[in-house]
């Protein structure tokens, strides 16, 4: 199994820029997530999706962030436009179904994106 | 309000025992997880806990105490490669949701 695919791996852009962050999650897992990893504030969930439909996005700092599913093996996570302070390293993650009475599942995380906003 | 509580550094020598405590406060609660981080690395899954009381796998253990939010992950023989930060996470339950709540971490050195 290939794992969770993030691209790119690494995202040097300037403020004002857009930015796309792409995930393939593993194949056959019905749940996705979009963390963002800083030092200071850890690993915060941003959004996730069952079946392709975002279920708790209170975590997207603010209209600049957007996140799409328009398929099981695909997301997308876009900054639009990119701050300094959006300077972090970003994690998919994906797993079996995630609701309400199903077992809980482990997450898998993919290998991150690397974004700095100069 | 939801907060979970870890160590933010410990050091333990090579061979030794170390445990890693987690505290808890969420509004729902349905079950725990630990995940091991190297550095540069992403999360890698260690445990879940959803009943009380210990689950073993390798030299690596965790316990539960539901009724105190408590939680801790134990770890054998330890080698140089277990050095990393131990991420303690909580399933919330609140209504339809079910995401995770993280811990900042706990960063392990562990010394020759």
């Known amino acids: 199994d290939a794992g969770v695919i993030q691209s790119p791996r690494h995202e040097v852009t300037e403020m004002g820029q857009e930015v796309t962050l792409r995930c393939k999650p593993i194949?056959?897992?019905?749940?996705l997530f979009w963390y963002r990893q800083t030092m200071m504030r850890g690993l915060e969930l941003l959004i996730y999706f069952n079946n392709n439909v975002p279920i708790d996005d209170s975590g997207m700092p603010e209209d600049r962030f957007s996140a799409k599913m328009p398929n099981a093996s695909f997301s997308t996570l876009k900054i639009q436009p990119s701050e300094p302070r959006d300077s972090a390293v970003y994690f998919c993650a994906s797993s079996p179904i995630f609701f309400p009475g199903s077992r809980a599942y482990e997450q898998y995380f993919g290998p991150g994106t690397r974004l700095t906003v100069t | 309000g939801q907060n979970i509580d870890q160590p933010t550094e410990m050091t333990a020598t090579e061979g030794a025992i170390v445990q890693i405590n987690c505290t808890y406060q969420t509004s729902g609660f349905n079950g725990l997880f630990w995940y091991q981080q190297h550095a540069g690395e992403a999360p890698t899954f260690l445990s879940y806990n959803v009943l009380d009381g210990l689950e073993e796998k390798g030299r690596f253990s965790s316990f539960l105490s539901r009724s105190k939010g408590y939680s801790y992950l134990l770890l054998k023989e330890l080698q140089m490669k277990d050095s990393a930060s131990y991420l303690c996470a909580v399933r919330d339950k609140t209504g339809n949701n079910r995401k995770l709540i993280w811990g900042l971490g706990t960063s392990l050195a562990v010394n020759p």
């Open positions: 194949s056959g897992h019905n749940s």
